[in-house]
């Protein structure tokens, strides 16, 4: 899911930072729809215009830091 929308956010990264630097991004194919100085105001624009399920919401920023995660698990077996 959300394939395209990632794909461009990298193909197009440095232009995105350059203009929405620090924004969260409403991204729908390869078009951004809007910029949003945080998550819950990306997502409740994206509520209000009834585009949940169909949006990406990027944090827009340099790097792999911006569309990477790491996960750790502490379980421990006994």
């Known amino acids: 899911m959300f394939e395209t929308e990632l794909a461009y956010f990298k193909a197009h990264q440095d232009d995105l930072v350059a203009q929405y630097n620090g924004k969260v991004l409403t991204i729908k194919g390869e078009t951004v729809l809007g910029s949003h100085d945080d998550t819950l105001g990306a997502y409740l624009a994206?509520?209000?215009?009834?585009?949940?399920?169909?949006?990406?919401?990027?944090?827009?920023?340099?790097?792999?830091?911006?569309?990477?995660?790491?996960t750790t698990s502490n379980c421990v077996r006994f």
């Open 46 to 70: 994206a509520k209000e215009a009834n585009l949940l399920g169909s949006v990406m919401l990027q944090l827009c920023k340099p790097g792999p830091e911006a569309y990477t995660a790491t």
